[in-house]
């Protein structure tokens, strides 16, 4: 429990050493943590979600996607979909300290898409999903520090998870129980590219178009 604490000061320490100083070097890196006047529609827009718990993973609560969900991320214009069936972890926070930041807490949304990206693994993408974590974080109203010791925690240990296998798992949103993959790793995490300004009117034409089709027991 100690340790744990202490780690997460230390990460805590870190983040804003990073903040102050670019101990990470990514000044290079044009900046995408601000929001600036973006009406920010798709935080309203619902994430169909299945929730449980996972044994395997210090009882944390893990979630299965019911349907397809869709995220824009602005600076880019890129649509992501994160799959029916999908199975999030949302943020690792270790079970012990939990009660200081919560796993499914505003930055729940933000962790999904960044499971999906982490999961797909697209090759030199890492630091962009990292990027867009901090950003989905900002448009869900979660705080400067927290965000910041959550996006510094992925840069620093993120590395062997990005395109893992066990990240891309899949689960029948119905029996609860898992399932093949139902298609293979796409070479990119997304799958259009708007102005996000428009995904509001564009959502459910967007849905239909790069709708999932999983192999599950109510197709």
């Known amino acids: 429990m100690r340790v744990l604490l202490l780690f997460l000061v230390i990460v805590a320490a870190l983040a804003f050493?990073?903040?102050k100083f670019d101990v990470l070097g990514t000044s290079d890196v044009a900046p995408v943590d601000t929001v600036d006047d973006f009406v920010v529609e798709q935080a309203q827009l619902s994430m169909p979600l299945v929730l449980?718990?996972?044994?395997?993973?210090?009882?944390?609560?893990?979630s299965i996607l019911s349907d397809?969900?869709?995220?824009?991320?602005?600076?880019?214009?890129?649509v992501y979909r994160v799959p029916r069936g999908y199975l999030t972890d949302f943020a690792s926070i270790p079970e012990a300290v939990q009660g200081l930041i919560n796993p499914f807490g505003d930055h729940a949304e933000a962790a999904v898409i960044h499971d999906w990206l982490y999961a797909v693994g697209e090759e030199g993408k890492r630091l962009e999903a990292d990027q867009i974590f901090r950003f989905a974080m900002q448009e869900q109203g979660v705080g400067f520090l927290p965000r910041r010791t959550m996006y510094q925690s992925v840069r620093m240990g993120g590395n062997e998870a990005y395109g893992a296998d066990q990240e891309w798992t899949f689960f029948d949103p119905l029996t609860?129980?898992?399932?093949?993959p139902p298609f293979e790793k796409p070479a990119d995490a997304h799958v259009a590219e708007i102005p996000c300004d428009e995904f509001e009117?564009?959502?459910?034409?967007?849905?239909?178009?790069?709708?999932?089709y999983g192999t599950f027991s109510d197709d």
């Open 17 to 19: 050493a990073a903040v």
């Open 52 to 62: 449980l718990r996972d044994p395997r993973k210090q009882s944390r609560r893990v």
């Open 68 to 78: 397809d969900w869709l995220y824009c991320y602005p600076p880019t214009g890129k």
């Open 176 to 180: 609860l129980k898992p399932v093949e």
């Open 201 to 212: 009117t564009q959502y459910f034409e967007l849905r239909q178009t790069y709708i999932s």
